[in-house]
């Protein structure tokens, strides 16, 4: 099961990949969390942010403990 994916979008064009991940370098800029049933609701939604036309949003399951 896909726990995790990138999102982009490119001319209007939305992908997904299973990787690879943003590098642990990389800095958060923001985060945004939304309530959906799946990671695939998710990541559609992910695809309408601005910010997927400029960098890839990597999209992420929230675990309660």
Same mark, same amino acid.
């Given at each position: 099961?896909?726990?995790?994916? $990138? $999102?982009?979008?490119? !001319? ?10 943003? !590098?642990?370098?990389?800095? $958060?800029?923001?985060?945004? %969390? +939304?309530?959906?049933?799946? %990671? !695939?609701?998710?990541? !559609? %939604? ?10 890839? +949003?990597?999209?992420?399951? %929230? $675990?309660?403990?």
């Amino acid at each position: 099961m896909v726990e995790a994916t $990138v $999102v982009r979008t490119h !001319e209007g064009a939305t992908t997904r990949t299973d990787g690879p991940f943003t !590098e642990g370098q990389d800095f $958060v800029g923001g985060y945004y %969390l +939304i309530e959906c049933g799946h %990671l !695939e609701r998710a990541a !559609e %939604l992910a695809g309408r942010f601005v910010e997927a036309r400029f960098a890839p +949003i990597e999209v992420r399951a %929230l $675990v309660h403990g």
